[in-house]
């Protein structure tokens, strides 16, 4: 007998679908586009989780244009992220971490362009530590040109038509937000879908854990001192001292911030004046998974969406996780402001 009030699963793809035919207007593009995504995350997720056993860990002996040594299996999930949005030919270039300037895809006429930073954390691939890949997704302001630049790329993270991560983890997630809210999908290997795991999700509007790499303490604004001393005080009604957590892993430090609240900062420093992490490609898209899901981020003083980019891997600092944690970190940022 089938147990009808037993839950049934519902798959990525089903819920692209589902989303899709609340928009009658909608072409389908940008669902056959997440779902393209998707494929490349559980090729990704099979062989980062067999890496081990393949001879795809360790370098490849390349730097890429940031002078980082290139992992292989950061090339590996560079080529499957392309050539997955290539087959779909609705893309008309990619913006990633891997490559210097654009990727110029097949149908140069398409209407979406995707940043991606295809494996991000990969420094931990080698030590078992959660990494992930990052995607965002723009629409042309000139659909249709096969006229291709990188300035048609530098919209703001504001006009977003889609972000997300891969989070290759204890088990596989899938986070995305087209704007409607936050859904996250977990892979189950038995059958190879992405299931539907938690939908609309909201981050706490507050947080005992803040994330931050302290071993830069003494490069940072007297503001983020002042602040991370504020985190380590002890006061039962603020519950503080707060927990510290860094797993050096951007895609893995968000996560748990988006589920259990807090904050996780890459700041400005002596060593990365404009901040390490990369607006396009990682700060935009989990910026506006974050504030999808009530949060917030900003870059010290506004907020991250906001930011008119001026080059396609350009940095910026980032504060990003629950309203009243961010809102605290810029009390202190704007008392210090004029003290290094
Ligand atoms: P640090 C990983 O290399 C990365 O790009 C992000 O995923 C992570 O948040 C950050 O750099 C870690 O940088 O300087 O603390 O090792």
């Known amino acids: 007998m089938v147990d009808r009030n037993k839950k049934r699963v519902i798959t990525l793809e089903e819920y692209i679908i589902q989303a899709?035919?609340?928009?009658?207007?909608?072409t389908g593009d940008l669902s056959q586009l997440l779902r393209d995504i998707g494929l490349a995350a559980k090729i990704i997720s099979r062989e980062v989780n067999k890496a081990g056993i393949t001879n795809i860990l360790g370098?490849?002996?390349?730097?890429?244009?940031?002078?980082?040594?290139v992992k292989k299996l950061?090339?590996?999930?560079?080529?499957?992220?392309?050539?997955?949005?290539?087959?779909?030919?609705?893309?008309?270039?990619?913006?990633?971490?891997?490559?210097?300037?654009?990727?110029e895809l097949d149908n140069a006429g398409g209407k979406y362009?995707?940043?991606?930073?295809?494996?991000?954390?990969?420094?931990?691939?080698?030590v078992n530590v959660s990494i992930g890949s990052i995607f965002s997704i723009y629409m042309r302001e000139k659909p249709g040109s096969n006229q291709l630049s990188a300035d048609e790329a530098l919209q703001p993270g504001l006009k977003q038509v889609a972000a997300g991560y891969v989070l290759y983890g204890s088990s596989t997630l899938l986070t995305y937000t087209t704007g409607m809210g936050v859904s996250v999908f977990t892979l189950d290997p038995s059958i190879g879908e992405f299931i539907l795991s938690e939908d609309d999700v909201k981050i706490p509007d507050k947080g005992t854990i803040y994330s931050v790499n302290e071993g830069s303490y003494h490069s940072w604004d007297k503001g983020l001192k002042q602040y991370i001393?504020?985190?380590?005080?002890?006061?039962?009604?603020?519950?503080?001292?707060?927990?510290a957590r860094y797993i050096g892993s951007m895609v893995a430090d968000v996560h748990r911030t988006l589920k259990t609240g807090g904050i996780f900062i890459y700041p400005n420093s002596s060593q990365y004046p404009n901040g390490k992490l990369r607006l396009m490609y990682e700060c935009n898209p989990?910026?506006?998974?974050?504030?999808?899901?009530?949060?917030?981020?900003?870059?010290?003083?506004?907020?991250?969406?906001?930011?008119?980019?001026?080059?396609?891997h350009q940095r910026t600092p980032i504060f990003i996780g629950s309203q009243e944690n961010v809102l605290k970190v810029k009390e202190f940022l704007d008392k210090y402001s004029s003290e290094t």
């Open 20 to 26: 899709q035919n609340k928009f009658p207007g909608a």
């Open 74 to 103: 950061d090339l590996f999930a560079d080529e499957q992220m392309i050539s997955a949005l290539n087959r779909a030919e609705i893309t008309c270039m990619v913006i990633s971490e891997e490559n210097d300037g654009i990727v």
């Open 229 to 243: 001393k504020y985190c380590q005080v002890e006061d039962k009604e603020t519950s503080r001292p707060y927990k």
């Open 113 to 126: 362009i995707v940043y991606l930073d295809p494996l991000d954390g990969s420094s931990n691939i080698d």
């Open 59 to 69: 370098e490849d002996g390349s730097k890429n244009i940031h002078g980082e040594s």
């Open 286 to 312: 989990l910026s506006l998974i974050i504030e999808q899901a009530g949060g917030l981020a900003i870059d010290g003083k506004g907020r991250i969406l906001e930011i008119e980019p001026e080059a396609i």
